[in-house]
């Protein structure tokens, strides 16, 4: 049988990925260039007895679907930049309280209101950095509407299979742009249930690292009952300031992603066998470069692309990697040098990093990308 | 035979953070109580809270407890009552915040009128942090952010409440502390969205403030300061003039958000 497709929006595409991948509650507040997503879950969820339901405001949104996931949903919020700021505490909070969730934001200008309708990929920090706290950061940097659908699922796997939030983060190019999308059949793409308690209620902890590092959740109303705290806490989920036992717990929750980068960072590389320029490059910007690589080896350059597919863990050890074999890197990216600042961090000196930076609304054309190729000696 | 608490508190849990005098733990004592006289289920019942003295309580509680982020209760039990709405949730948290950083959540949750209780513990003051005023410190008042009297004018909770549609409200006292589990048993039955306000006192950092010379002297304040719905019917404007109404003050049927967002479900289905 033939695969049902259809021609669908990112953020359109971004809603069926997460029904795909299980999601049964989303809780959002509207916000351009994201609304298409609560739209389409509005719609879509409760057919399928999910619950949908609009907050009064960002932070209410990331609340309640931190309340939910606790009540065993999984859960998913979409906003976009100023929406992402008043949700940093609480994303901090599903950190700290290690709750899976999935948050959908959509890069547009900023700061503070910025250009609500021009794209971005100026929030890629802020995915990391932006609330307070050491904390463990997964970012998702979709680059077309197909890898959208895929990577929100992937999301929701992340999110359940190391209990913490999971951030993707579209371009508003990719978010509001239309292409074929072929869906998968039921059972195509594997879903990662909840990790979930084998001890009976009397024994369980929340945070029982005899189980590994990620220890299994438990949700409410289901017969056992627990504590949950955004402040550092115990094994048994009660709050504590024991030295020993804080450091112990804050190192866990940013280990047990950090040590497992190879199972989590994706990447793409493009002709780069033999390439000695390499453009790093990361949603719709990655589009660009795809296309500037090409024209560049048809004017003999050798060109090639290290495409980011998940920012955050960083993709150190590639980088580093390439680094050691190749002239110089070109870091297109839709902000002021972001994604470019981690590069020279993994490059260490060893080769320039040539920055191309539009914070104007604009997208960064091949054009641009071949010159800066050029550039590399 | 006296009231066994014990087997609603957490083993090891205690003994708790409040101050000797706190008007906390009297509610504490009065929602075990409440809890125990409808037979709730604890493995079923949530109890959601905010940040301050008043929201350590459901750390006490052997229930599905959720110490949230300060004023974002209301949020999170809301997430939870939707994924659930077979479980009983109770809120707990202090009048800070409930009606000053949680504000917005707060009306919200009465509008929506999703069948919660929630208990604030008004004590007129952020008691955690020391002692700064809140939108619940009476005008003049000294707090430790109002060294020269507090210039603003308080929220009346209970009002605020109604106007925003909660469909239960009470207010009660921890001086009347044997009433306090009546007022939450009756709004944990009600269908809806309900509020009990129990006016509670903080000697640490507002009676000290205040020229209150004992915790005694405080909850003598709440007993003149209080007067029954029922009795205040027969009397005069003149003679209400300073007192707070405690009791049920407001009670309404109307239709309950999770209820209709079953309906919702039905309905995207028939289609
Ligand atoms: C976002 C944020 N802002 C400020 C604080 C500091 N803070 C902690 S408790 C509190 C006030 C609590 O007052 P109230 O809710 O009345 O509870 P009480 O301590 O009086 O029982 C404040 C301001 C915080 N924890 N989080
Ligand atoms: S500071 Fe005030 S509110 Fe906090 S525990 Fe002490 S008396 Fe109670
Ligand atoms: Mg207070």
Redesign the pocket.
Known sequence: MAKKVAFLQGNEAAAHGAIYAGCNFFAGYPITPSTEVAEVCSLELPKLGGKFIQMEDEIGAMAAILGASLAGSKVLTATSGPGLSLKQ?LIGYGCIAEIPCVIYNVMRGGPSTGMPTGPSQSDVMAAKWGTHGDHPAILLVPASVQETYEEIIRAFNLSEKYRTPVMVMPDEIVAHMRERIVFPEPGEIEVVPRKAPTVPPEQYKPYDTSFGDVPPLASYGTGYKFHVTGLNKMQDGFPTTKAEIVQAEEERQVRKVNANVDDIVTFEEYLLDDAEVVVIAYGSTSRSARYAVNAAREQGIKAGMFRIKTFWPFPDKQIKALAGKVKGFVTPEMNLGMCTGEVERCAQGKVPVLGIFRVDGEPINPDQIVAKIKEVK | MAFDYDKYIRPGKLPHIWCPGCG?GIVMKGLIRAIDSLQLDTKNTAIVS??????RLPGYMDCCTLHT???RAAAFATGVKMAKPEMNVILV??????T??GGNHFIHACRRNIDMTYII???K?????GG?F?P?TPTGAKASTTPYGNPDPPFDIAKLAIGAGATFVARGTAYHATQIDKLIAEAIQHKGFSVVEILDD?PT?YGRRNKFKSVIEMMNHLKETSVPVKAAEKMTAEQLQGKVLTGVLYKEEKPEYTTEYAKVIERAQAK
């Open positions: 505490e | 906390h905010g940040i301050g003295c008043a929201s982020a300060h004023g948290g202090g009048d800070g915040d409930g000053a950083i513990l008004n004590n003051i952020y008691g955690m942090t700064q809140s619940a903080c950092t």
